[in-house]
């Protein structure tokens, strides 16, 4: 397979003109040359954390607060996960999950509700899906053993001890949730060492501190901090200090696309294009242990190609911010993924 057009490549997104070639899903040559193409080839998006076993709840619970809405066990989303059928969960995953991939996404990590049967629910759901997924269980060890690793509520919930040494043990991934609505959950869940914590919005010095000493990298998630009112996760500091890597968090709250995601956080933050382009790319491959995410020979091929010809990015002076900053799910032409010869 051959992608040719302008081709955003390594961790800083170099444009050159020319071609990937792509064979048995990794990428083995880039060439510089003339071609006849306006596509943009950049890497596909790593959705670093989403919970869409709510996307049966989209837009639902106006005016109510995080807690009412997401918190276990009697928040809103829980109830009406309570309430739909398994037919009708893995539908609407199966839905978001296309939805996805039409939006540029290559692989995506899941805090996936309701133990082990939620891990069979989305594991039937990506049956057909291309995506590559990273799915965290939640609740018992033994969701954890049947999928890729924990993805634990919060510190604030449980001691997540047993689970840690647990997952660890199965040399899997474990993530946490901290400080989303305050700071009291954030030393307990450095605590555990994870392997990335998600949110960080009320991060203090400490906190900051211990996470540039420990590395440990942090999946933040600005357009769900806003939604839920608990504030906005300070993403320059955190991203001066350890690895920061993008999430559009749960369905039910924002639309799974990493075109918005990076949008908001170009404009609301002072960052550059390429430094939110590699959170929402080979940062999050990195967390998720994925490889990829960038272009760059010898690594798996899951790539993006956007028409750069489109009514919407015709004449765009700077292809990595035109694709982070103005690109949609309709200037999309194809994601590629290293499985899909
Ligand atoms: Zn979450």
């Known amino acids: 397979m051959i992608l040719e057009g302008t081709i955003l490549?390594?961790?800083?997104?170099?444009?050159?003109?020319?071609?990937v070639v792509v064979e048995d899903g990794d990428i083995v040559a880039i060439e510089e040359a003339a071609v006849d193409s306006d596509d943009i080839v950049a890497p596909a998006f790593v959705n670093a954390h989403t919970h869409i076993g709510d996307s049966i709840a989209k837009?639902?619970?106006?005016?109510?607060?995080?807690?009412?809405?997401?918190?276990?066990?009697?928040?809103?989303?829980?109830?009406l996960l309570r309430d739909a059928s398994r037919d009708e969960l893995v539908a609407a995953m199966e839905r978001t999950l296309s939805f996805m991939e039409q939006s540029g996404t290559g692989a995506f990590i899941e805090f996936r509700e309701g133990g082990v049967e939620g891990v069979r629910a989305i594991r039937d759901a990506l049956t057909g899906a291309d995506l590559e997924s990273v799915i965290l269980g939640r609740e018992t060890t033994d969701a954890m053993e049947l999928a890729d690793g924990f993805g634990a509520s919060g510190a604030n919930d449980s001691e997540f001890g047993a689970e840690r040494r647990a997952t660890r043990q199965a040399g899997k991934l474990f993530g946490i949730h901290a400080g989303e609505v305050d700071s009291s959950d954030i030393n307990p869940a450095l605590d555990l060492d994870p392997?990335?914590?998600?949110?960080?919005v009320h991060a203090e010095s400490l906190h900051l501190e211990r996470v540039a000493d420990s590395e440990i990298p942090v999946v933040v998630c600005p357009r769900s901090n806003i939604v839920t009112d608990v504030g906005r996760p300070p993403v320059e500091e955190l991203a001066d200090r350890t690895t920061v890597a993008l999430g559009t968090d749960?369905?039910?709250?924002n639309s799974p696309s990493m075109f918005?995601?990076?949008?908001f956080t170009a404009k609301l933050y002072d960052l550059s294009a390429r430094e939110v382009l590699r959170m929402a790319t080979v940062n999050g491959a990195e967390i998720a242990g994925l490889g990829?995410?960038?272009?760059?020979?010898g690594q798996p091929a899951r790539l993006l190609v956007l028409d750069g010809d489109s009514d919407n990015l015709s004449g765009a002076r700077?292809?990595?911010?035109?694709?982070?900053?103005?690109?949609?799910?309709?200037?999309?032409r194809h994601v590629v993924h290293s499985g899909a010869e």
């Not at 990829?292 to 020979?297: E, S, V």
């Not at 700077?318 to 999309?332: G, H, I, L, M, Q």
Request: aromatic residues 2%.
């Open 9 to 19: 490549t390594g961790r800083s997104f170099e444009a050159i003109e020319g071609r």
């Open 250 to 253: 749960n369905v039910m709250l």
């Open 292 to 297: 990829g995410g960038l272009i760059k020979t």
């Open 195 to 200: 392997d990335f914590l998600v949110h960080m």
């Open 59 to 79: 837009e639902a619970g106006e005016g109510l607060s995080l807690e009412e809405l997401v918190a276990p066990p009697d928040g809103l989303k829980h109830q």
């Open 260 to 263: 918005r995601e990076m949008e």
């Open 318 to 332: 700077n292809p990595v911010r035109a694709v982070v900053r103005r690109a949609d799910t309709a200037d999309v």
